[in-house]
């Protein structure tokens, strides 16, 4: 299989015709949201805190991905380098399907659903890395962008330790013309915006450990390095509406997770065995 964890280049993305608006969600009948969470999401852009796992359960998430993160790193990969993790770990692909998190989901895109991708994101204390201003959908071969992203806390996540930062309403501007990051930025991806103020107000998303929160793929968003003693992990959850095109072969990593994909376009792929 192709290595997705492989970001795709400017020339590459340049190739794939993408209609990169914001689409609307229109849902009078949310089956967990709310109509207000609905109104805020369309509104913001985003939609937080979500609550999914009880502290037992995310306890028992967080013992797994400490033993993810030491067998990665012994193989000589680090804190950020665990992408597209579903394709290869089982419990990954469970919560990618977990249906408390498609729930919710599902009230923004629709009945059906593709989850594609799964990345964590884990500062480690002091590590000196930040995430620079970016949106999304300017990394992925999508269209049209009907796409989200899940952010599930790991750990507790607050402006001490780096936790994310939105700018409420940017999604509503459109695709926006981003500059190569430079190394002065010490930044985990390679895509900077400059500016990001003239497109609405900061606004930090803290999140207790097991909550979520939900953004557009085309939200500016970013996290400062976490300068505290505590690390900071959160796993990235991707998902779609079935009538996305995946370009480059992206539709190899999707698996369906609510409904059904019409046009068969998406893989399907099966859980894999791997722990």
């Not at 071969?141 to 001490?160: Q, R």
């Not at 779609?240 to 369906?256: E, I, M, T, Y």
């Amino acid at each position: 299989m192709k290595n997705f964890s492989i970001v795709p280049t400017d020339d590459e993305l340049a190739s794939v015709p993408r209609d990169l608006r914001f689409y609307r969600v229109n849902n009078d009948a949310p089956t967990v949201l709310t109509g207000d969470q609905i109104d805020r999401f369309n509104r913001d852009g985003y939609v937080a805190p979500l609550p999914i796992y009880s502290d037992s359960e995310i306890s028992g998430i967080r013992s797994y991905f400490d033993d993810l993160l030491a067998r990665v790193t012994a193989a000589g990969g680090n804190s950020y380098s665990i992408s597209s993790a579903h394709l290869k770990y089982g419990p990954v692909y469970d919560i990618l399907k977990d249906p408390r998190i498609v729930d919710c989901v599902s009230d923004l895109l629709g009945e059906n659903v593709i989850g594609w991708g799964s990345h964590f994101f884990c500062k480690m204390p002091h590590d000196g890395k930040s995430v620079a201003w970016h949106q999304d959908a300017s990394y992925w071969p999508l269209s049209p962008s009907k796409a989200v992203t899940v952010w599930l806390a790991i750990d507790d996540a607050d402006e001490e330790n780096a936790c994310m930062r939105f700018i409420a309403g940017s999604h509503h501007v459109g695709h926006l013309t981003y500059r190569p990051s430079d190394s002065a930025e010490h930044n985990v991806l390679n895509q900077t915006i400059d500016n990001p103020e003239q497109y609405g107000s900061v606004v930090y998303n803290p999140l207790p450990a097991g909550s979520a929160s939900i953004h557009s793929d085309l939200l500016l968003h970013g996290s400062k390095a976490n300068d505290s003693d505590r690390r900071r992990c959160a796993l990235t959850l991707r998902y779609c509406s079935a009538d996305v095109h995946a370009a480059l072969d992206w539709n190899q990593k999707g698996v369906q997770v609510r409904g059904t994909d019409p046009s068969g376009h998406w893989s399907n792929l099966a859980r894999p065995a791997e722990s």
